[in-house]
């Protein structure tokens, strides 16, 4: 894109995101108590933001779907308009693979490829793969990154920046971090379009998932002959769970491997910290022996110990019917604003909990209900970080997923039996040489400030410089 054609991509965005805006300020009224008569967007406004951010390519997409899965940024409505983004890419002309092919072969100093299919197996906005067979006579998927794709990304990605930066002049900073999605965004994007990442990715999950190999598994992937625009991996033959994969899984081993799926994604969240993004049944292929395959590791969420700890304590005060539990471990993982109602907050949560343990066991979703605590958290001014979301959604996802493989499943007390696993994860963690260490520095630091720290109040105290500040408790 030429410097030209800046200021019209420039309007272009700002159009699209026009819906995004308008619902976003009639949020912020409500909370001084001006309600729109629709409070919630319009069918029209979720659905023009959706199209609009379909028409303008790859970033607006991603960031469409990043959207759907912040229930602290939009609406129900708005996320389920969102949900349905799809990104329409027409395939590459057949001198672009060519090219993209020729450039791989000048990279590595070869020719690896005996041959490769003219008609993609899948196509997106930001690559898209082929049928190939490796010179030493091996079937192979290969994903081909788009050309050009790298610089729009760049230049689509500088301009959400600074309207993200414009923006927050006009609205509350605190609850809606704009700057914070954008930069996710960025970072998402820029790990998406080298394929380098998403080979690295690969490897470490198929680390990770070992234990539940074959049953469950990823593809194993081509390290040595991958670069930054092409991905060389196995190629899996399979059916895509959501598409009649299902069939394929014998009834006898219904029960098992869906309690695999739900213990690798405790796993992923709670314990390894890196997981799956997008676990929705068009990410899983179901092979001819029933085994589960995990695809499209472009998109991956990492999460922060402290995080993830304060979320386990969220699933077992659930699980007790702590509705205190609950709210306060939410509280710990999350960040109170300067307008937090938290009295308002743990009230809501008791009024909220009952209605889930009281759900029948086939249409409790737990993604879903960390969904609506999230949501009742952003109303009460308590900011949970991004990664919240995301965690949120792969739950839900992984939920669905696992009930379309044994409907019986019970998810929450899947969570119960995974809890030996962790309780051991946790003691090996904690009896690490490297948490020790840690542990010991921190005191040797922190024993070396108080000195310091003391001459400093009582120098204040000689002075008269000493102050006392007492907030006042938080009001309904």
């Known amino acids: 894109m030429s410097a030209a054609t800046v200021p019209g991509r420039v309007c272009e965005i700002v159009a699209a995101l026009l819906p995004f805006a308008r619902t976003t300020a009639r949020a912020r009224l409500a909370t001084f108590g001006v309600v729109h008569k629709r409070e919630d967007p319009t069918a029209s406004d979720a659905d023009l933001l959706r199209a609009g951010l379909e028409r303008l390519g790859p970033v607006f997409?991603?960031?469409?779907?990043?959207?759907?899965?912040?229930?602290?940024?939009?609406?129900?409505?708005?996320?389920?308009?969102?949900?349905?983004?799809?990104?329409h890419a027409t395939p590459m002309t057949r001198p672009e693979v060519d090219a993209a092919l020729a450039e791989h072969a000048r990279e590595l100093g070869r020719e690896v490829f005996e041959s490769v299919e003219r008609v993609p197996l899948a196509c997106a906005s930001l690559a898209q793969v082929h049928r190939a067979v490796l010179r030493d006579g091996r079937h192979v998927a290969v994903k081909i990154r788009r050309p050009g794709v790298v610089?729009?990304?760049?230049?689509?990605?500088?301009?959400?920046?600074?309207?993200?930066?414009?923006?927050?002049?006009?609205?509350?900073?605190?609850?809606?971090?704009?700057?914070?999605?954008?930069?996710?965004?960025?970072?998402?994007?820029?790990?998406?379009?080298?394929?380098?990442?998403?080979?690295?990715?690969?490897?470490?999950?198929?680390?990770?998932l070992a234990r539940w190999a074959p049953r469950l598994r990823v593809p194993t992937v081509f390290e040595d002959l991958t670069t930054s625009s092409m991905l060389v991996m196995e190629?899996?033959?399979?059916?895509?769970?959501?598409?009649?994969?299902?069939?394929?899984?014998?009834?006898?081993?219904?029960?098992?491997?869906?309690?695999?799926?739900?213990?690798?994604?405790?796993?992923?969240?709670?314990?390894?910290?890196?997981?799956?993004?997008?676990?929705?049944?068009?990410?899983?292929?179901?092979?001819?022996?029933?085994?589960?395959?995990?695809?499209?590791?472009?998109?991956?969420?990492?999460?922060?110990?402290?995080?993830?700890?304060?979320?386990?304590?969220?699933?077992?005060?659930?699980?007790?019917?702590?509705?205190?539990?609950?709210?306060?471990?939410?509280?710990?993982?999350?960040?109170?604003?300067?307008?937090?109602?938290?009295?308002?907050?743990?009230?809501?949560?008791?009024?909220?909990?009952?209605?889930?343990?009281?759900?029948?066991?086939?249409?409790?979703?737990?993604?879903?209900?960390?969904?609506?605590?999230?949501?009742?958290?952003?109303?009460?001014?308590?900011q949970a970080p991004p990664i919240v979301a995301l965690v949120c959604k792969s739950l839900a996802n992984m939920d669905g997923s696992a009930r379309l493989i044994d409907p019986n499943i019970d998810v929450v007390g899947t969570f119960g039996s995974f809890l030996p696993t962790l309780l051991e994860a946790h003691a090996r963690r904690v009896a690490s040489i490297e948490d020790a260490a840690k542990v010991a520095l921190d005191v040797y630091i922190g024993a070396q400030r108080i000195p310091f720290q003391l001459a400093t109040i009582l120098e204040k105290a000689a002075t008269g410089r000493l102050r006392f500040v007492v907030d006042s408790l938080p009001g309904r």
């Not at 729009?152 to 500088?158: G, I």
């Not at 002049?169 to 080298?194: F, M, N, Q």
């Not at 085994?291 to 077992?316: A, K, P, T």
């Open 61 to 87: 997409v991603k960031l469409g779907q990043l959207l759907s899965t912040r229930p602290d940024l939009v609406s129900s409505q708005t996320m389920s308009s969102l949900q349905r983004l799809q990104s």
């Open 235 to 382: 190629l899996v033959e399979g059916r895509p769970l959501g598409d009649g994969g299902a069939a394929r899984i014998p009834h006898h081993l219904r029960g098992e491997l869906a309690r695999i799926l739900a213990h690798a994604y405790f796993q992923m969240f709670f314990v390894d910290g890196t997981f799956h993004a997008d676990p929705h049944p068009g990410n899983l292929l179901v092979e001819e022996d029933g085994s589960l395959v995990m695809l499209d590791f472009g998109m991956v969420g990492r999460i922060e110990r402290q995080v993830s700890d304060n979320l386990v304590r969220v699933l077992l005060n659930f699980q007790l019917k702590d509705s205190h539990g609950v709210a306060h471990a939410f509280l710990d993982i999350g960040k109170p604003t300067s307008h937090a109602d938290e009295i308002g907050w743990i009230m809501d949560v008791r009024r909220l909990l009952p209605k889930y343990h009281g759900m029948r066991l086939e249409r409790l979703n737990v993604g879903t209900l960390l969904v609506d605590l999230l949501r009742n958290a952003t109303k009460h001014g308590i």
């Open 151 to 208: 610089q729009s990304v760049e230049l689509d990605v500088a301009v959400l920046e600074v309207l993200a930066r414009q923006a927050e002049r006009v609205i509350d900073a605190d609850v809606y971090d704009l700057r914070t999605t954008v930069e996710e965004l960025a970072g998402t994007l820029r790990e998406e379009i080298d394929l380098r990442c998403e080979a690295e990715n690969l490897i470490v999950f198929g680390r990770n």
